[in-house]
């Protein structure tokens, strides 16, 4: 079946250090993939998303690229702050047929910036 | 996007007894989803609910354990029945905007449940 598997965390950095959570995934059709962010005490937030191959999702300086040759689609930012500490699911959703399809989550990565 | 407000935002119940959370969009939607997040879990997917039809429950879940009520287009309820400390999650309720294989889906911003 259709699956999402991202990095294991927790992930430490330094503020203004570059940012990589990978994200692979399994899908029989043609998937559109998601990245959502749980800050401390928040509910669930889309940050950003691809609907079709090649295409980049862009949000508050984070980017992910929709790889179909690799089946991923890797988080990344180039300076993280302090901010941006938060549990970061990558999700898939898949439409077959007349179905909107569900939405598979990642298990989550939490990334803890240091000052 | 979409305003999801649901409530309670947090709760805390004795074993056995049954809690009703509400979910309210800003506008009307055709599916609502309600989800559950264990503690340092990931997202589950309880059920989907359409309105005017009964809600569709994903395997391990079962409706006598989480009734769910939609009465219109923006509003639905989802009941933990008979809790025990394993209920103790956040339960998020979830609408999806958009075309069909493009459409986004926006979370409410659950509700923390602690069965003592």
């Known amino acids: 079946g259709d699956s999402v598997t991202q990095m294991e965390g927790p992930v430490t950095l330094s503020e203004e250090a570059f940012l990589t959570i990978n994200c692979t995934y399994t899908a029989t059709g043609y998937p559109s993939l998601f990245w959502y962010v749980q800050y401390p005490g928040e509910g669930l937030q889309l940050l950003l998303k691809?609907?079709?191959?090649?295409d980049k999702g862009s949000n508050k300086g984070f980017e992910a690229t929709y790889r179909k040759e690799t089946t991923s689609f890797h988080l990344e930012k180039g300076s993280v702050q302090v901010s941006d500490s938060a549990v970061y699911f990558c999700a898939l959703k898949v439409a077959y047929g007349g179905s909107q399809g569900n939405l598979i989550f990642g298990k989550g990565t939490k990334l803890s910036v240091k000052p | 996007s979409a305003v999801i407000s649901q409530k309670p935002s947090r709760d805390i119940c004795q074993r056995g007894t049954s809690l009703t959370i509400q979910c309210q969009v800003d506008?009307?939607?055709?599916?609502m989803f309600w989800y559950r997040q264990q503690p340092g879990q990931s997202l589950t997917l309880i059920a989907t609910a359409n309105q005017g039809s009964e809600a569709t429950y994903e395997s391990g879940f079962v409706i006598d354990k989480f009734p769910i009520s939609r009465p219109n287009l923006t509003f639905s309820t989802l009941t933990v029945s008979n809790m025990s400390p394993e209920d103790s999650s956040i339960y998020l309720c979830s609408v999806a905007r958009g075309g069909l294989g493009t459409d986004t889906q926006y979370f409410g911003p659950g509700t923390r449940l602690t069965v003592l």
């Open positions: 506008s009307q939607v055709t599916m």
């Open positions: 691809a609907t079709k191959a090649d």
